[in-house]
């Protein structure tokens, strides 16, 4: 049994359909109802040496990127930040390691209004672990954006440029997009959506497997990061973008003058059939299964 | 810098003023304003060789102690536990211990109705590790107990016998006390409450610190584990009993009856002074210094 091996064998326990639990494991965040509205909880873990490099990067962009992770999570429910809780586990004499952490996950929160109320701390003798849990608000009278709600004939877009994350130490400086998702469910309906942490090929995937349909790229539409071509966009990992799916009209207008200063574009479009598809400069074939997976 | 320090700088950092906070980091749970109600939010971990011997416990008892950790939090505010959400980090090759932890943690969440809503999974060339944060709610009508609430002349109680939790394997097996801190509420007016994880003489300063008073032990009432002796009641740690002041007459009437089966014992007073005492056979002298590290 490998780790998504597990993380599905996990999924399939179920057990979740007690009172107030409106999505359980499985989208970017649970949903919870409580009292007049609904509560995204999202948990995610930095770890050295498969997550960031420590030695390259430093603590202060480490603690960053753990925060980074989750509020891109609540972006991808169209949700607001509300707090963060963190536990972290530090090398045995370097202590200092944890101020570093601490100061990049408060870097990180307090960009986005999202204090941290709560923590622990443990010393041992392996490396850096990192695990942020991060609790998400809807604005009053939205719905959270599910992977689940896309409709065949949607058009699917893609906020940014992929591809390359990793080697350009984007992983450890971009922006979680909830700015862009903010102004997206303001001036359209998306229908469905994640964002890119494991490759456009491997999240598209999951967005068709939570909807039920199947998607049909073009490939010459997927916008490269610098140095980036298409293998590493469709694989590499880690983008942090948004992929939503929404009615062509919509996505035409949102792709017209982008969201937030962050430029949309539009990839493909979801199909009735299951299976996913791309279309470059040979013809039309099946979408690579590749994506990414953790160093090591 | 130890961890202890670290600690506390970081809770010294504040920036958590902002609206919907009403308590912060510093007592057993963040307490948060939700709708019509608050929410707890607690986050505690386990690693492997720190908080558990895997090779003596097993995956099992290693992710029930896990979730058992938090839900001692959630009862040392008299809270009611909702939902949890999980982090966990596996030893490359070892992916069948996933399941034995997540076992445990179902285990010890379904007991207490704390459905597990979400999680991530990782593997590493390192040791296990589990971190877990919860979601508590309050009954209808119940403010959370925290710490900071003890007067001079309150009595002093806790429930169950203290001492030798990690020598006894008690740490792996205890019960979070829900049911006693519940029926604690609806029987009497505590002013103050703290789980004891980091040992009696320790955490009863947690408390006498938060409420700025002191307190008054009498050593021959400390209520003593199987095997253990007073120094192991004040400093072993891991007993995850509830240590709560409350005046006098209700402290009486809850130690004649217990709460919930569990038996109560008065250990002394809360005073005026701000230093610890305990009297003993010998006469009366400072509360030795004494409390638990984690074994790394």
Redesign the interface.
């Given at each position: 049994?490998?780790?998504r091996?597990?993380?599905n064998?996990?999924r399939q326990?179920g057990?979740?359909d007690?009172e107030?639990?409106l999505v359980?494991?499985g989208d970017d965040?649970?949903v919870?109802a409580?009292?007049?509205?609904v509560?995204l909880?999202?948990?995610?873990?930095v770890?050295a040496?498969?997550?960031v490099d420590i030695a390259r990067a430093g603590g202060r962009a480490a603690g960053r990127k753990a925060m980074a992770r989750n509020l891109s999570d609540i972006a991808a429910m169209a949700g607001v930040p509300?707090?963060a809780?963190?536990?972290v586990?530090?090398p045995?004499g370097d202590?200092?390691l944890?101020?570093e952490i601490?100061a990049g996950l408060?870097e990180a929160a307090?960009a986005f209004?999202c204090?941290?109320?709560?923590?622990?701390?443990?010393?041992?003798?392996?490396?850096l672990?990192v695990?942020v849990?991060v609790?998400g608000k809807m604005p009053a009278g939205r719905e959270p954006i599910l992977r689940s709600g896309a409709r065949a004939g949607d058009a699917i877009c893609v906020t940014g440029a992929l591809g390359r994350s990793w080697q350009s130490g984007r992983d450890l400086t971009f922006t979680p997009r909830l700015a862009e998702a903010a102004e997206l469910v303001s001036r359209a309906t998306p229908s469905a959506m994640i964002d890119l942490s494991d490759g456009l090929a491997r999240d598209l995937r999951h967005l068709c497997d939570a909807s039920g349909t199947g998607a049909h790229l073009q490939a010459g539409a997927i916008p490269l990061a610098p140095g980036a071509d298409l293998a590493g966009a469709l694989g590499d990992g880690e983008d942090y973008e948004l992929l939503f799916t929404l009615p062509r009209a919509e996505a035409e207008a949102v792709a017209a003058t982008g969201l937030a200063g962050t430029p949309v574009t539009i990839l493909g479009e979801m199909t009735t059939a299951t299976e996913l598809l791309m279309t470059d400069s040979t013809g039309t074939g099946p979408l690579p299964e590749t994506g990414w997976e953790?160093r090591?």
């Open positions: 049994m490998n780790e091996e597990l993380i064998w996990i326990q057990g979740t007690s107030g639990i359980g494991p965040c649970a919870l409580s009292g007049d509205g509560l909880v999202t948990v995610d873990q770890l040496g498969v997550h509300f707090v809780v963190a536990s586990t530090l045995k202590e200092a944890g101020c601490y408060r307090e209004g204090p941290i109320v709560g923590g622990d701390v443990a010393t041992w003798d392996n490396p672990t695990s849990t609790l953790h090591t």
